[in-house]
């Protein structure tokens, strides 16, 4: 199971690579000078005016496919001198959510969102 989950990545990867770069999007960091309370309420005033990303594309089970508004996933990005703070919703009908108990680094059929920081 580990090995295909590596090719898996390794196939991504490659073929996001592949990509036009002009196609690419990006969201931008804003600064902040508070750092947002972590309590799972994201109505801190520091996320005001932070750009929202929105239009994520699936993965499983339908890949390439973008997500629909009642599913949406909005996501948004701020840092200070101390870390870097990612706030996101994922709105799902709460009957639909799988619930799997898996081992660690397994994701199994689960909704997941993963955060992936480069440096370059």
Known sequence: MKRCL???????????????????RQLEAKRTLQSPKIDGILDDECW???PVA??????????????????RTE??????DVAIYVYARMYDHPDSIAH????????GNADFISIIVDPF
């Open 75 to 80: 996501m948004k990005v701020i840092y200070d």
């Open 48 to 50: 005001n005016n932070v």
């Open 6 to 24: 590596l090719i898996l990545f390794v196939f991504s990867y490659a073929f996001s690579q592949a990509q036009d770069i002009s196609k690419q």
């Open 100 to 107: 799997e108990l898996v081992s660690r680094d397994n994701i």
């Open 54 to 71: 929105t239009d994520f594309i699936e993965i499983r089970p339908n890949p390439g496919k973008i997500e629909g508004h009642d599913r």
